[in-house]
């Protein structure tokens, strides 16, 4: 992970961190430990797979899409945040 990316994501400059795959999660707690995320921050997953990844990290997702593409996590995120503003 490069220390551009987990000094944004410690400091609170990420609001979302979007998981693609198994190996996105891995690849991401490799350089930052779960218990570091900042507690507001939303993690985004793809589908079921990478969902589990992220339960098996103790860090289930706040969000998941239903089609299990770029565009439906997009989706899913816009959702998320429409739901939450109301």
């Known amino acids: 992970l490069p220390p551009f990316v987990r000094e944004s994501v410690l400091s609170g400059e990420v609001g979302v961190v ?5 190996s996105t999660v891995t690849g991401f707690f490799a350089g930052i430990q779960p218990d570091e995320l900042p507690g ?5 997953s793809i589908g079921p797979e990478t969902t589990k990844a992220l339960d098996t990290a103790g860090v289930p ?26």
């Open 18 to 22: 979007t998981f693609t795959s198994s």
């Open 40 to 44: 507001d921050i939303l993690l985004a």
């Open 61 to 86: 997702p706040a969000i998941e899409a239903e089609v299990h593409t770029t565009e439906g996590l997009v989706d899913a995120i816009l959702s998320y945040t429409k739901r939450k503003k109301k």
